[in-house]
């Protein structure tokens, strides 16, 4: 069993800060790369960022500038620093794993945590 928890979210004015965390936790093998999506009212879900085990990042690029994805020093986990947030950064904001669980498979699969709100008021 595997369980990704996040945590971090809440209300912030345009231009605040707010950092999320994940962690991952259970019958892991490996993780291959962690993530943030999102999804605001009404519409799909979005990539935001992404890091690879070997410490490779992709962003969305209205995340560019604004959000950096890191690994935290704690296994398994994963941090977003969101800057400048604006009022178009309100969502659920889902923390995504590609993971190896043993004895299950040799391939990698997608296991999504519960999300978090990020709300920010103009």
């Known amino acids: 069993q595997v369980q990704l928890v996040e945590s971090g979210g809440g209300l912030v004015q345009a231009g605040g800060s707010l950092r999320l965390s994940c962690a991952a936790s259970g019958s892991i093998f490996s993780i291959n790369a962690m993530g943030w999506y999102r999804q605001a009212p009404g519409k799909q879900r979005e990539l935001v960022a992404t890091i690879t085990s070997g410490g490779s990042t992709n962003y969305q690029d209205s995340a560019k500038g604004r959000f950096t994805i890191s690994k935290g020093n704690a296994k398994n986990t994963v941090y977003l620093q969101m800057n400048s947030l604006k009022p178009e950064d309100t969502a659920v904001y889902y923390c995504?794993?590609?993971?190896?669980?043993?004895?299950?498979?040799?391939?990698?699969?997608?296991?999504w945590g519960q999300g978090t709100q990020v709300t920010v008021s103009s």
């Open positions: 995504k794993a590609e993971i190896v669980v043993p004895l299950l498979s040799p391939l990698p699969h997608d296991y």
